[in-house]
């Protein structure tokens, strides 16, 4: 449903010769295509899109990760990885044709705030490592909701964000802060915000 939303919003303006709803999928359709630039998932089911970038190897074809994510950890691993460029899907149709051609013609594009998080890294003053090793505790599906709780969402809102029920988003809450070793949502929006997550 997301991947058609994409494609409607590109429209005309940009040729779309594959689409991939897996790592396995994605490495298959650009072996096969070779395209010049991929809008990479961030958070792709069976590895990711760094798994994607890694498993390809060096290639001609430039990366831009598309992701609801805007954690700093998500941000920088995925440049690390190889992409060229990070947005996040809160961006507008005529924004991503206008990333995507900025891309292929060799330049990096990034949100502002997401910017900030990529020369903050290189300035050492995130701790990535520490980061990744708290969050490397979490499945994929409990740092959404770790991340929209700590924003201050309600549990109705997590669970209408991410097409999860209500009952869901407390089986998650709740392991969030068992693994992170923290009693309330107060703590836990400062543990991310500590960490530059939110």
Same mark, same amino acid.
């Given at each position: 449903?997301?991947? !058609?939303?994409?494609?409607?919003?590109?429209?005309?303006?940009?040729? %779309? @010769?594959?689409?991939?709803?897996?790592?396995?999928?994605? $490495?298959?359709?650009?072996? !096969?295509?070779?395209?010049?630039? @991929?809008? *990479?998932?961030?958070? *792709?089911?069976?590895?990711?899109?760094? =798994? %994607?970038?890694?498993?390809?190897?060096?290639?001609?074809?430039? +990366?831009? !990760?598309?992701?609801?994510?805007?954690?700093?950890?998500? @941000?920088?691993?995925? $440049?690390?990885?190889?992409?060229?460029?990070?947005?996040?899907?809160?961006?507008?149709?005529? =924004?991503?044709?206008?990333?995507?051609?900025?891309?292929?013609?060799?330049?990096?594009? +990034?949100?502002?705030? *997401?910017?900030? +998080?990529?020369?903050? !890294?290189?300035?050492?003053?995130?701790?990535?490592?520490? %980061?990744? =090793?708290?969050?490397?505790?979490?499945?994929?599906?409990?740092?959404?909701?770790?991340?929209?709780?700590?924003?201050?969402?309600?549990?109705?809102?997590?669970?209408?964000?991410?097409?999860?029920?209500?009952?869901? %988003?407390?089986?998650?809450?709740?392991? @969030?802060?068992?693994?992170?070793?923290?009693?309330?949502?107060?703590?836990?929006?400062?543990?991310?915000?500590?960490?530059?997550?939110?």
């Amino acid at each position: 449903m997301f991947r !058609a939303g994409v494609r409607a919003e590109l429209g005309t303006d940009v040729d %779309v @010769v594959a689409e991939a709803e897996d790592v396995d999928t994605a $490495i298959a359709a650009i072996s !096969a295509h070779r395209p010049e630039v @991929v809008l *990479l998932d961030v958070h *792709l089911p069976g590895g990711g899109g760094v =798994e %994607v970038m890694r498993r390809l190897g060096p290639t001609d074809t430039k +990366f831009l !990760a598309l992701s609801v994510s805007d954690a700093a950890e998500d @941000v920088i691993g995925t $440049i690390r990885g190889g992409a060229r460029g990070y947005v996040t899907k809160t961006i507008t149709g005529p =924004e991503l044709v206008d990333a995507i051609r900025r891309v292929a013609d060799g330049d990096a594009v +990034f949100s502002p705030r *997401l910017a900030g +998080f990529v020369l903050d !890294a290189f300035a050492g003053s995130i701790e990535v490592a520490a %980061v990744d =090793e708290d969050l490397d505790r979490l499945t994929e599906r409990e740092r959404e909701v770790m991340r929209l709780i700590a924003r201050g969402y309600a549990y109705k809102e997590v669970a209408k964000e991410l097409f999860i029920s209500i009952k869901t %988003v407390e089986t998650h809450m709740s392991s @969030v802060l068992r693994k992170l070793q923290l009693s309330s949502r107060h703590e836990l929006t400062r543990w991310a915000s500590d960490r530059r997550l939110l």
